[in-house]
């Protein structure tokens, strides 16, 4: 199986929140990170959050870290369905830099 | 910010026949850079690394013979996709990195079609 977790499906209200949330195993990763992937398209950096940090947030978005439990959540406020797309959580192990280790992915669609 | 283009976007081609995808950064130098494949509703799954002026670094079960990677210059690799068949059409996506903490840039990527 994958090291990194989600759940594959959310479908949200527009105008509601959307919680989306992963689960990761390499407890040294020193950076979290979400993407954002729409139909045909690369990925786009949202957000990442340093493992020593709990909480950060940036307009619309925020990302929980328990480094406790390895649980990365990426709470998305007033949900728009230009948010409709595949979000992926990636952690990055301090033993092979650049590497980026992904989930599955969390299809998110929004519904007016 | 950091862009990475990534070239062709979609590629149809047949059996037998190579495709070469680019992948340039365009406003920094990236000594190192990363080519995934993307299978649909799949993750990314990590195929090389690329390293400027050396050989790039394959991940177990990625054929290096089949998928020849060249980083000869700071800004760009690339990846070849030799006798090509139909269980390599997949999407396939380069990164780019800039050292930085938010230094993984993505390609657009590239849809291959091989029939």
């Known amino acids: 199986g994958e090291d990194v977790e989600q759940s594959l499906f959310l479908s949200v209200r527009e105008g509601d929140s959307s919680v989306i949330n992963c689960t990761y195993t390499d407890s040294s990763s020193t950076y979290l990170y979400w993407y954002k992937q729409e139909p045909g398209a690369g990925l786009q950096l949202l957000t990442y959050i340093f ?3 709990d909480m950060k947030q940036d307009q619309r978005l925020t990302v929980l870290l328990n480094k406790k439990d390895k649980h990365l959540s990426l709470r998305i406020a007033d949900t728009q369905t230009g948010d409709s797309a595949i979000y992926f959580c990636a952690e990055s192990p301090t033993d092979s830099w650049g590497k980026l280790q992904f989930g599955a992915g969390t299809q998110v669609v929004v519904t007016p | 910010g950091a862009v990475v283009s990534q070239h062709p976007s979609w590629v149809i081609c047949k059996s037998g026949t190579s495709v070469k995808i680019e992948c ?22 990590l195929m090389a690394t690329s390293n400027e002026g050396s050989k790039a670094t394959y991940e177990q ?31 396939y996506i380069c990164s780019a990195s800039n050292r930085g903490v938010d230094g993984y840039t993505f390609g657009s990527g590239t849809r291959l079609t091989v029939v």
């Open chain 2, 61 to 91: 079960g990625v054929e290096k013979d089949k998928f020849l990677i060249n980083h000869a210059s700071l800004t760009l690799s690339t990846l070849t996709v030799t006798s090509a068949h139909p269980e390599d059409s997949s999407f």
């Open chain 1, 51 to 53: 493992s020593n940090m």
């Open chain 2, 24 to 45: 340039r950064s365009l406003d920094f130098q990236a000594t190192t850079m990363f080519w995934y494949r993307q299978f649909p509703k799949q993750s990314l799954m």
